[in-house]
């Protein structure tokens, strides 16, 4: 079997937001407890959405002093930017000649930010999920926290491995550097393990304050949408005073957040940020109005972010600590790509 590793990247463009904190980078903090962990700031992705950015470089460093800012630990785990491993870029090479056009081609991401003109998106927009699954697998990661937005893209980062271990199977027998592993009731000779996606909570998906139905996302154009990581307090509570809400009153049970997706995505962040179930939330707010409970939700969000905001800013000022951790990490990251890189070369034949 595979020796549990955890691995997940955050890219980065624009503003962290909320859903950015509680769909992934809260979950990179609680399993630091007790896993192998590597977290990226995903750089080449960047590229694949818009190819000029006035200052890549500031904005890798404010992924990276989130993280930090956040409860990681860059010395017992890796805290690194993709860019500074080139193993990440090769491997991506070798899956993009064992994923199928058509698998890309189904991918609800790509449809949505290539939007009406496909055939003018970057070809690396069509391939993300392709250097996706070699972010993780060039490390043989085996479980990867995203929020609930990154699940077909976790499917097909299995699909691919799947494929490259039956395809190459006697190749990997004969290099002597697989793994006996399952696959279907099938039991094979595999190199790469097919991830577990690490999507749960209260709030797998944060939506827009705008509107319940599209997720909170750094593209929105409305401010208003999300709350950003560097949100002072006044703009957090500010926000979620105009957020949208119905006429009603909460309910006191799950069952009345049906077909309330506002309501809903309140009672989410709420129970995500006090780390409760949204049943408990609602056995406490049930039968209030958002008049008292938007205020409780500012204050229990300024609560979590604040301290983190702060941080974020400290080592924003003085940038040589983050370069420092990111060169490190760099290092060590790519010792490990290295060795898994070697072997996939020996694997292909190359
Ligand atoms: P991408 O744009 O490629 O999805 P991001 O850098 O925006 O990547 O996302 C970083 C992480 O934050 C991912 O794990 C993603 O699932 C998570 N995330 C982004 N938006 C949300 C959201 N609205 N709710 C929950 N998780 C989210
Ligand atoms: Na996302």
């Given at each position: 079997?595979?020796?549990?590793?955890?691995?997940?990247?955050?890219?980065?463009?624009?503003?962290?937001?909320?859903?950015?904190?509680?769909?992934?980078?809260?979950?990179?903090?609680?399993?630091?407890?007790?896993?192998?962990?590597?977290?990226?700031?995903?750089?080449?992705h960047?590229?694949?959405?818009?190819?000029?950015?006035?200052?890549l470089?500031?904005?890798?460093?404010?992924?990276?002093?989130?993280?930090?800012?956040?409860?990681?630990?860059?010395?017992?785990?890796?805290?690194?930017?993709?860019?500074?491993?080139?193993?990440h870029?090769?491997l991506?090479?070798?899956?993009?000649?064992?994923?199928?056009?058509?698998?890309?081609?189904?991918?609800?991401?790509?449809?949505?930010?290539?939007?009406?003109?496909?055939?003018?998106?970057s070809?690396?927009?069509?391939?993300?999920?392709?250097?996706?699954?070699?972010?993780?697998?060039?490390?043989?990661?085996?479980?990867?926290?995203?929020?609930?937005?990154?699940?077909?893209?976790?499917?097909?980062?299995?699909?691919?491995?799947?494929?490259?271990?039956?395809?190459?199977?006697?190749?990997?027998?004969?290099?002597?550097?697989?793994?006996?592993?399952?696959?279907?009731?099938?039991?094979?000779?595999?190199?790469?393990?097919?991830?577990?996606?690490?999507?749960d909570?209260?709030?797998?998906?944060?939506?827009s304050?705008?509107?319940?139905?599209?997720?909170?996302?750094?593209?929105?154009?409305?401010?208003?949408?999300?709350?950003?990581?560097m949100d002072?307090?006044?703009?957090?509570?500010?926000?979620?005073?105009?957020?949208?809400?119905?006429?009603?009153?909460?309910?006191?049970?799950?069952?009345?957040?049906?077909?309330?997706?506002?309501?809903?995505?309140?009672?989410?962040?709420?129970?995500?940020?006090?780390?409760?179930?949204?049943?408990?939330?609602?056995?406490?707010?049930?039968?209030?109005?958002?008049?008292?409970?938007?205020?409780?939700?500012?204050?229990?969000?300024?609560?979590?972010?604040?301290?983190?905001?702060?941080?974020?800013?400290?080592?924003?000022d003085?940038?040589?600590?983050?370069?420092?951790?990111?060169?490190?990490?760099?290092?060590?990251?790519?010792?490990?790509?290295?060795?898994?890189?070697?072997?996939?070369?020996?694997?292909?034949?190359f």
């Open positions: 079997t595979f020796k549990p590793l955890v691995f997940s990247g955050v890219q980065p463009t624009g503003n962290l937001h909320l859903g950015n904190y509680l769909g992934a980078i809260r979950k990179f903090v609680a399993l630091q407890e007790n896993n192998d962990c590597i977290y990226c700031v995903v750089d080449l960047a590229i694949t959405a818009q190819l000029v950015h006035d200052d470089r500031g904005q890798i460093r404010s992924i990276a002093a989130a993280f930090i800012a956040s409860g990681i630990d860059p010395k017992k785990h890796i805290v690194f930017n993709q860019s500074a491993v080139p193993q870029a090769e991506a090479w070798v899956f993009n000649c064992v994923a199928r056009i058509g698998w890309m081609n189904r991918m609800t991401q790509f449809k949505d930010k290539a939007g009406k003109d496909r055939e003018n998106a070809l690396g927009l069509l391939a993300y999920p392709s250097l996706m699954a070699a972010d993780i697998l060039v490390y043989r990661a085996t479980h990867v926290p995203v929020g609930d937005d990154q699940k077909q893209h976790l499917e097909l980062a299995r699909d691919i491995a799947q494929k490259f271990n039956i395809d190459f199977q006697e190749k990997i027998r004969a290099a002597g550097t697989g793994v006996d592993m399952v696959v279907g009731e099938e039991p094979i000779h595999g190199f790469f393990p097919l991830v577990e996606p690490l999507i909570g209260p709030a797998p998906r944060v939506m304050l705008r509107d319940g139905t599209k997720k909170m996302s750094k593209s929105d154009p409305s401010d208003l949408s999300r709350i950003n990581l002072d307090p006044e703009e957090i509570a500010k926000k979620i005073r105009k957020a949208k809400t119905d006429p009603e009153g909460l309910p006191s049970e799950l069952e009345g957040l049906k077909g309330r997706p506002e309501a809903d995505n309140l009672v989410g962040i709420y129970a995500a940020l006090a780390d409760r179930t949204k049943a408990d939330v609602l056995a406490e707010y049930g039968g209030q109005q958002f008049s008292v409970f938007k205020p409780a939700l500012a204050d229990l969000a300024v609560h979590v972010l604040s301290p983190i905001t702060s941080e974020m800013r400290r080592l924003m003085d940038t040589t600590h983050i370069d420092a951790i990111l060169k490190d990490g760099g290092e060590r990251a790519r010792a490990r790509a290295e060795k898994v890189m070697g072997d996939v070369f020996d694997i292909v034949g």
